[in-house]
T-cell receptor, first 115, second 113 residues
């Protein structure tokens, strides 16, 4: 069974540009999460989808970030316009069920560098 | 607010020595506790988790962790380090008030031959 996949693995853009990250969860997983790790700091929650609905987006830093999950399958996270502080590793995770005891399965991350 | 503290951002052990990675959490209610490992260029992989029941939890690759409520700790141990254990380890907690994970800052483990 394929795990969580993310594309691209790396992205280098200039300040002010737009970047779109993609996540494909494990097949059949209704729950999809985005996290971000800024260098040297902890991995922080951004948002949670249940199917195509945003269940919790309390971690989204500002309105330059837009996440979508059309059709409840893959998800995209767009940053527009990108700022220097957006650099970091963006992780996607998925889980079969919703609950704090549920294991979240993580992808390898997208390493974003904004110059 | 939740917080997870991992003491030591870098830990080095000799091959065959005990591995001890520390994790403390702050929570007013018992949390659910997880340890993940990230090998280079891979995603985070679950090592083990504590939800309820036995406080000593065994995971993959010979790792185990013990939930100590009185110490608000969930330290990760392995009796004998192997070269393949070199990776970054993350402690995480979650609660019923929201199913997001709260992570520590991670501990990078180096195994010296």
């Amino acid at each position: 069974e394929a795990g969580v996949t993310q594309f691209p693995s790396h992205s280098v853009i200039e300040k002010g540009q737009t970047v779109t990250l993609r996540c494909d969860p494990i097949s059949g997983h209704d729950n999809l999460y985005w996290y971000r790790r800024v260098m040297g700091k902890e991995i922080k929650f951004l948002l949670h989808f249940v199917k195509e609905s945003k269940q919790d987006e309390s971690g989204m830093p500002n309105n330059r970030f837009l996440a979508e999950r059309t059709g409840g399958t893959y998800s995209t996270l767009k940053v527009q316009p990108a700022e220097l502080e957006d650099s970091g590793v963006y992780f996607c995770a998925s889980s079969l069920s919703w609950g704090p005891e549920e294991t979240q399965y993580f992808g390898p991350g997208t390493r974003l560098l904004v110059l | 607010a939740q917080s997870v503290t991992q003491l030591g951002s870098h830990v080095s052990v000799s091959e065959g020595a005990l591995v001890l990675l520390r994790c403390n959490y702050s929570s007013s209610v018992p949390p659910y506790l997880f340890w993940y490992v990230q090998y280079p260029n891979q995603g985070l992989q679950l090592l083990l988790k504590y939800t309820t029941g036995a406080t000593l939890v065994k995971g993959i690759n010979g790792f185990e962790a013990e939930f100590k409520k009185s110490e608000t700790s969930f330290h990760l141990t392995k009796p004998s380090a192997h070269m393949s254990d070199a990776a970054e380890y993350f402690c995480a907690v979650s609660r019923w008030t929201g199913n997001q994970f709260y992570f520590g800052t991670g501990t990078s483990l180096t195994v010296i031959p």
